[in-house]
């Protein structure tokens, strides 16, 4: 993933002009198509959220856009080929350290680089056929819409160092249903 504006010491950054992106808010979107997929970015989410969307997309309809379903299959495995292919190239970047001084990472940390190890190259390499899939699909489907609309996160942010969060009144991990929208993007 390529971050715009250029950060400091981040090789992964682009020096590139940040675009305005409020500047559009005002534009006639009436030939605007927006792409929705309920079954990956709409499932299991928190009541609040999905009302708080679907809300969003009633908006845009009123204003003039045109919405359309779009089916991405191969995002049900976004997130395991995300936990692969992170949990191993991190565990590659951090290997020399992490043997000579394993005492200099948290216990967590340790836990997942020992993880990233345990990946075969086989589970490596399917993660990647994944992640080939997904960009071929939403190439597709970039063909059709111009734009996805989801939920950044599938419930209401929980307080400021809580590590559990709630959809609806079931509690479930944090950090797993953080990352669970980003899976995609790998």
């Known amino acids: 993933m390529l971050l715009k504006g250029g950060i400091k010491n981040d090789p992964y950054s682009v020096n590139a002009p940040v675009t305005n992106y409020t500047s559009v808010l005002s534009k006639d979107i009436s030939k605007l198509v927006i792409g929705v997929n309920e079954d990956y970015f709409l499932k299991d989410v928190d009541d609040t959220v999905d009302q ?75 993660a990647q056929k994944i992640r080939h899939r997904l960009k071929v699909e939403f190439d597709h489907i970039f063909q059709r819409v111009d734009v996805l609309i989801t939920p950044t996160l599938p419930f209401v942010l929980p307080e400021i160092g809580e590590n559990v969060a709630y959809i609806n009144t079931t509690k479930v991990d944090l950090v797993k249903n953080i990352t669970r929208f980003v899976a995609p993007l790998i």
């Open 52 to 126: 708080l969307v679907r809300k969003g997309i009633r908006d845009l309809e009123e204003m003039g856009a045109k919405i359309e379903t779009v089916d991405i299959p191969s995002l049900q495995y976004s997130e395991s080929a995300l936990m692969v292919t992170n949990s191993s190239e991190i565990s590659t970047i951090h290997y020399h350290n992490f043997k000579i001084r394993p005492l200099d990472f948290s216990e967590e940390v340790r836990d997942m680089l020992e993880l990233g190890e345990a990946h075969s190259a086989i589970d490596y390499l399917q």
